[in-house]
C-alpha cells in the first residue's frame, strides 16, 4: 500500500531550503568580496586572464569531483567540499593583510573552483534524494529558498564593507560555508547509496561520450556561459571605471547582487513553478537566452553604464530563476550510474570551458578594438545567445528519450521489499534489457517528432467505408445438387437454429452467405467457430462487417464481437471502420474496437494511423463524467474463446486485471501512436511501490500526452479532493493523491515476451 510522505522526506526538504538558502547567501557576498579585491588590485583588462587561468582550475578540480562522487556519491562528498572551502576562506583572512595581492588572485581562483562545484554537488544530492516527479516540485521550493539566500547574502556583504572592510567577509563566509556543509549532510541522510563497480572503474569523460543526451546538456551549458562571460566582463569593466577604491566597489557589487538576488526570487516564486507547468522544460531554459538577445540588443545600441547593468541584471536573474529550476530537472531522467560521475563535469567543466573561450576572445578583441571592447562582446553575448536559444529546442527531444530509457533501466531497480514485483521486475529486466534499445527508443523520437496533424486519405476518412468486391468463386455444389440449390440449403441450415446443421457450413463458409453467419456470432454455443470462419472470410466481406459494427439495429452482443473479426484484416478499410466504431454509444463497443486496433496495428504509418484522430478518440472518453467512466462494466469473451484468440494484447493479464476497463481502453488508443513497451512500463509503474518508478512514469506520460489529454487524464490516475473541483488544488495535492491510491501490479513475463 503507498504511503504519505515521511517525516524523514518532510525534513530533507526543510534542510535543503536551509543549505540552498546558506549556499547561496556565500556565493553572493562571495562575489562581492571577489570583483572587489580584484578589481581594486588590478585594472579590468586583467579579467580575461584570471578568468582563463580560473578556468583550467576548475577543469582539474571538477574531474576529481566526478570520481569522488561516482565512488562516494553526492551525501558523502557535498558536505567534506563545503568545509574544505570554509577552511580556505579562513586562511585567505588570515593571509590578506601581508598579501593583498596574491589574496586576490587566491580568492577569484578558490570562488572560481569551489562555486560551481558545491553548488552543482548540492543539486545532484537533491536529485539522487526525490523521484523524479517529486523533484519537479521540491527543486522549486529549494531554489526559491537559495533566492532568498542570495538576496540576504548581498545585504550582508554590503552592510560588512560598510561597517567592516572586505578582508571581514572572508570570515563571515568561512561560517556560512561550514553551516551549508552541516544541511547538506543533513539533506543526504536519507538518500539511498547506490555504487557499482562499473561506475568506478569508467569515468564521466567516457559516460558522456557515449550519451548523446548529455553531449547535449554539455553544449547548452557552453553556450550560456559563453554568453554570461562577454556580458559580466562589460559590466565589471564598466564597474571599474565607475568606482576606483575597494569600498565603493565591494559596496556596489553588494547592492547590484543584491537587487538582483531579490528580482530572482520575485520571479521564482511567483512565475517558477507556472513557467515550468505551462511551457515545459525547454522552454523554461529558453527564457534565459531570449532574454539577453532582447537587452543585448539595447545594450549593444545604447552604450550607457545602465543598460549594461541591466543587461547583466536580466542575465542573473533569468539565469538563476528559471534557468535554474529547469535545468537541474533536466538531470532527473539520468541514472544514478551515469549522473554522478557526469553532473559536475557538465556543470562545471563546460562551464567553466564557455569561460575560457569567451576570455580568450575578449583578449583577442581588446587587441585588435580596445576602444570599442565593451559594445563588441555584448554583441558578441547576443550571438552566444541565440545559438543557445536555437539548441534548447532540440533538447526537449532528448530529455523525454532520457525519460523513455529510465523508465525502462528504472523497471529492473524495484527495492527487494517490494515483495508483490519481485520476480515481475526480474522477468522484466531480462526482457527489456533484451530489446533493441537504440531503435526502440529511435521509434519514441520517430512518433514525437511527428507533431503535425495531417488529413486522413480517402480510404479512412469518417463515413468512408470503401466498396468490397463481390466474390465470383461460389463453392462447388454436393454431388446431384445445382450451385444455386446447393445454395439455398446452405442458407436455410443457417437460418435453421440448429447448432449441428450451421457447423456443417462452418468449416468452409461461402462469403455470399456472410449476411447470415454475422448474426451467428452472437450465439455463445457457435461463437468460437462462427468467429473462425468469419475470420477467413473478413479479408473479402470487410465492408458488410463494418455495416454490421455500425448498425445501431444489429444486436448489442454481434456488435461487441465483431471487431474480433475485424481484427484479422490488416488494411486501411478495416483501420477506418474500426475509428468509426470509436464512436458507438456503447462503451465496450468502443473498447473491443480499440483492442482490436491495438492487435491489428504494428506498423502505424503502413496503416496511416494519425494521432489527430486517436487522440480525438481518447478526448471522448475523457469527457464522459466520473459517474459514467466508473460504470463501464464488460462482458466476458475472452474465457469462451480461449487464450489463442484473446485480445489481451499490449498488456500483460494481471496489469489488465489491476486497472479500470475505461483507463485500460484510453492507454490501449494512446498505444496506438505512442511507444508501446514504454506505455506498458509506465502503467506497471504507476501500480508500484517505488516512488522512484512512479514519478519516472509520471514525468514520461506528461511529455509525451498533449496538454488538453493529460490535464483530463491526470484525475483518473489518482484521487481527486474537494479543491479539485473548484480548479485551486496545487499540482503536487494531486500527484500526492496519486501516488497514494497506486500499489504494486505484477506483469505476466510470458505475455511480455508475446509482445516481442
Known sequence: MVTRPTAADRAAVVYGLLAAF??????????????????????????????????????????????????????????????????????????????????????????????????????????????????????????????????VGGVAAERIAAIYDVRTSLLVLCALNVLAGFFVMRVGGGAPRRTTAEVERRNGVQIIKETPYLQQLGILVALIALSATFIDYAFKAEAAEQFTDEASLMRFFA?????????????????????????????????????????????????????????????????????????????????????????????????????????????????????????????????????????????????????????????????????????????????????????????????????????PPPSVRPGAVPAVPRDSSPHAPEHGQTAASALVVAAEDLSSGDPARIRVHLKEPD???????????????????????????????????????????????????????????????????????LGDPRFEVRYQCGRALRKLVTDPEALQITKQRVFEAVLRELEVGKSVWEGHRLLDDD???????????????????????????????????????????????LNSKDTTLRGTALEYLENVLPDDIRKKLWPYLGQRDRAAATGSRPKQQIVEDLLRSMDGVPVDPEALRRRR
Request: charged share 20%.
Open 511 to 581: 462469403p455470399r452467405l456472410t449476411t447470415l453467419l454475422i448474426p451467428l456470432i452472437g450465439r455463445r454455443d457457435l461463437y468460437p467457430e462462427v468467429l473462425g470462419a468469419l475470420r477467413g472470410l473478413a479479408p473479402r466481406v470487410t465492408g458488410q462487417l463494418i455495416d454490421a459494427l455500425l448498425d445501431q439495429a444489429q444486436p448489442f452482443v454481434v456488435r461487441r464481437r465483431i471487431p474480433r473479426v475485424l481484427a484479422a484484416v490488416h488494411d486501411d478499410r478495416a483501420v477506418a471502420g474500426l475509428f468509426l466504431g
Open 639 to 685: 474465457s469462451i474463446v480461449g487464450d489463442e484468440d484473446s485480445m489481451d494484447g499490449w498488456l500483460d493479464g494481471v496489469v489488465r486485471d489491476r486497472l479500470h476497463r475505461s483507463l485500460e481502453h484510453v492507454f490501449t488508443l494512446l498505444a496506438l501512436v505512442l511507444e508501446r513497451e514504454t506505455l506498458h512500463l509506465s502503467l506497471e509503474a
Open 255 to 455: 547592492l547590484f547582487y543584491t537587487v538582483t538576488a531579490f528580482l530572482t526570487f520575485v520571479a521564482q516564486s511567483t512565475f517558477g513553478a507556472k513557467a515550468l507547468q505551462k511551457l515545459g522544460l525547454d522552454g523554461t531554459i529558453a527564457l534565459l537566452p531570449a532574454a539577453v538577445v532582447i537587452f543585448g540588443v539595447l545594450g549593444a545600441a545604447v552604450q550607457q553604464f545602465f543598460t549594461v547593468v541591466l543587461v547583466r541584471a536580466v542575465e542573473g536573474v533569468f539565469s538563476n530563476s528559471f534557468a535554474r529550476s529547469g535545468y537541474e530537472l533536466l538531470y532527473t531522467p539520468v541514472s544514478t550510474e551515469k549522473k554522478r560521475p557526469t553532473k559536475t563535469i557538465i556543470d562545471v567543466a563546460s562551464n567553466r570551458f564557455g569561460d575560457a573561450l569567451g576570455s580568450v576572445t575578449i583578449l583577442g578583441v581588446l587587441a585588435v578594438a580596445a576602444p570599442f571592447a565593451p559594445t563588441i562582446v555584448i554583441v558578441l553575448a547576443v550571438v552566444a545567445a541565440v545559438a543557445a536559444l536555437w539548441f534548447t529546442r532540440r533538447l526537449h527531444r532528448g530529455y523525454v528519450d532520457a525519460l523513455a530509457e529510465s523508465l525502462k533501466s528504472g523497471a529492473v531497480h524495484l527495492e527487494s521489499s517490494d515483495v508483490v514485483d519481485a520476480t515481475t521486475q526480474r522477468t522484466l529486466t531480462e526482457t527489456t534489457m533484451a530489446l533493441d534499445r537504440e531503435k526502440l527508443l529511435e521509434q519514441i523520437q520517430i512518433l514525437r517528432e511527428s507533431q503535425g496533424h495531417s488529413e
Open 22 to 151: 546558506l549556499m547561496i547567501a556565500q556565493q553572493i557576498a562571495g562575489k562581492s568580496a571577489r570583483d572587489a579585491l580584484f578589481l581594486s588590485s588590478f585594472p579590468a583588462t586583467e579579467l580575461p586572464k584570471v578568468m582563463i587561468v580560473a578556468a583550467g582550475i576548475s577543469v582539474v578540480a571538477v574531474l576529481a569531483m566526478s570520481q569522488s562522487l561516482a565512488r562516494f556519491g553526492p551525501a558523502r562528498i557535498v558536505p567534506f567540499a563545503f568545509f574544505a572551502s570554509g577552511v580556505l576562506f579562513a586562511v585567505e583572512w588570515w593571509l590578506a593583510p601581508q598579501m593583498k595581492a596574491v589574496v586576490a588572485w587566491a580568492v577569484y581562483l578558490h570562488i572560481a573552483a569551489f562555486g560551481s562545484i558545491v553548488i552543482s554537488g548540492f543539486w545532484s544530492v537533491i536529485n539522487e534524494r526525490f523521484d523524479p516527479h517529486a523533484a519537479k516540485r521540491h527543486v522549486a521550493r529549494i531554489a526559491t529558498g537559495s533566492t532568498l539566500g542570495g538576496v
